[in-house]
């Protein structure tokens, strides 16, 4: 009877050291994915900033050139 009480003690360790490892492997893929999804952030961001600066150089390209294809292009926006 003893042995077999020891047996189930040490078959729930074994379980309990599985769920402690792959709850280490969670929680390191839960990191990694909160980091891709900042550095995705970041590059949104920059993204979204160059396409305004972009868009700010075109108008004053046409309004340069024509105050029609200026209000055409305001239009479009």
Excluded: C, P
């Excluded at 590059?43 to 105050?67: G, M, R």
């Amino acid at each position: 009877m003893k042995k077999k009480i020891e047996w189930y003690r040490n078959q729930g360790l074994g379980e309990d050291n599985e769920r402690k490892k792959q709850q280490k492997e969670l929680e390191q893929q839960i990191h990694q994915s909160e980091s891709e999804y900042q550095k995705n952030i970041m590059e949104y961001k920059a993204t979204i900033e160059k396409i305004n600066q972009i868009k700010i150089n075109i108008e004053e390209i046409f309004s340069l050139v024509d105050n029609d294809t200026s209000r055409k292009f305001k239009e479009l926006q």
